[in-house]
């Protein structure tokens, strides 16, 4: 089945400062809610294949579809360079509801004065709280929330493009970094601020959460980044930060290339790959380098985890690794892209598979124990973003032609049913 934007849009209808409320209490669902599934950024679920016939669909949207998908409410929700957000139903991809950011006046002349102007991209990926509700960032230098039905909520306004993943924990707090250089922890309920603090680069690295009830659960990660220009002296960091005050607990250096698609915290320990071809293992507490590993390519992409096992995506190298969590040590390579890995990886525990986007327009699904591949599904064009994988087992991706030209680009979303491909 095929979904245009320009044939549903006109048709569609809406679905009819202090501690958060009830609003983010309501009835949990699970499903893929924000980036990494959890704030902990883990990138698993326990679903299995789907056991029940879902109809496959692709939605073409009106630009390149840069940021993840994510799933709940029997909803998923995709956003777009030309500042739309979309709310689509989850078996049909029929268009519930959109929104198109007040900067789409600007495009794509914006395009060449990014980031001091402002630009309508939505290339941060949304969370979904309990209630339906979401939360994105934008070019547009704003943090959003939408309730389930389309309505504005709230606007937070930063000094500067917004592209990092929204990070939404526990306690109804969302974490989000701006290029202006900060991180924001944002009530979910109200938008009002709670704290900011200096990581001295280019926001765009995810933020992950120490899990609950651990004595870590009150740390905060995130790393600086972009390509090196971190601070006056071109060092970049991973900054460990008390999530309630945010002041910061601890720094580690990094070099001279930081941390772009963010790190998983499982247990005591963070994990994170860098653009100068290392990935390490920090420990919490201390932000001291368990250990540290070379894997032949950049990492831009926040790794997953799974019992003891973490999976990096390599750019450069064209790889899917495998390791060791406790001591970094090689278990698997996957080597079957043609191009680049960019999309951080998603694993499905009870089917056993992980979930990569590369480059070469393929989402890849290969065996989490082996690394054989068990089949390649063809998108539009790169695929830049993180697979969500619902309840259901059904896997959601989306896709876009290359960034970092000055126009327009082409972009789509798909639901994919494994079962049908293996």
Same mark, same amino acid.
């Given at each position: ?187 979910? *309920? ?75 915290? $499982? ?15 920090? *420990? ?9 590993? *070379? ?69 890849? $699904? ?21 697979? $969500? ?34």
């Amino acid at each position: 089945m095929k979904v245009t934007l320009s044939t549903l849009v006109a048709t569609a209808t809406a679905l009819l400062a202090g501690a958060p409320t009830a609003s983010t209490a309501a009835a949990p669902t699970t499903d893929w809610r924000q980036f990494g599934r959890t704030a902990q950024n883990q990138g698993y679920t326990s679903v299995g294949l789907p056991t029940a016939p879902h109809a496959q669909w692709n939605f073409t949207a009106d630009d390149r579809v840069v940021a993840s998908p994510v799933v709940a409410h029997g909803k998923v929700w995709i956003a777009t360079d030309a500042g739309t957000l979309l709310q689509l139903d989850q078996e049909t991809a029929a268009v519930q509801w959109t929104w198109t950011s007040p900067a789409a006046k600007n495009y794509p002349q914006c395009l060449s004065c990014l980031p001091k102007c402002t630009c309508p991209l939505l290339r941060s990926t949304p969370a979904i709280t309990d209630d339906g509700s979401v939360i994105i960032g934008s070019y547009d230098h704003n943090i959003y929330k939408f309730d389930i039905a389309g309505k504005l909520l709230w606007t937070f306004p930063t000094e500067s493009v917004v592209y990092a993943p929204v990070t939404l924990d526990d306690a109804g707090v969302a974490y989000v970094g701006s290029w202006d250089g900060f991180l924001y922890a944002i009530n979910a *309920d109200s938008g009002k601020e709670l704290w900011k603090f200096k990581v001295g680069s280019n926001g765009d690295c995810s933020v992950a959460i120490g899990e609950p009830g651990s004595k870590y659960a009150n740390v905060a990660v995130i790393g600086s980044n972009e390509g090196g220009s971190c601070d006056a002296l071109n060092l970049c960091y991973v900054f460990g930060i008390d999530k309630t005050t945010g002041k910061e607990l601890w720094r580690t250096k990094v070099g001279q290339a930081g941390i772009s698609g963010g790190g998983t915290i $499982a247990g005591d320990a963070y994990y994170a790959g860098t653009w100068n071809s290392k990935v390490a293992s920090y *420990d919490l507490g201390t932000g001291k380098v368990n250990w540290e590993a *070379d894997v032949k390519g950049s990492v831009q992409s926040r790794p997953a985890y799974y019992n003891g096992v973490v999976y990096f995506s390599v750019e450069d190298d064209m790889t899917l690794v495998a390791m060791k969590a406790t001591t970094g040590e090689v278990i698997w390579k996957y080597s079957g892209a043609t191009q680049e890995f960019n999309g951080s990886p998603s694993i499905d525990t009870v089917s056993g598979i992980v979930y990569a986007g590369a480059n070469d327009k393929y989402l890849h $699904a290969v065996n989490m124990t082996t690394g054989s591949v068990l089949f390649k599904f063809e998108t539009c064009a790169n695929v830049f973003a993180s697979a $969500a994988i619902a309840d259901s087992g059904m896997v959601y991706i989306s896709c876009n032609t290359v960034t970092g030209n000055r126009k327009p680009g082409i972009g789509a979303a798909y639901a994919i049913d494994p079962r049908k491909h293996m």
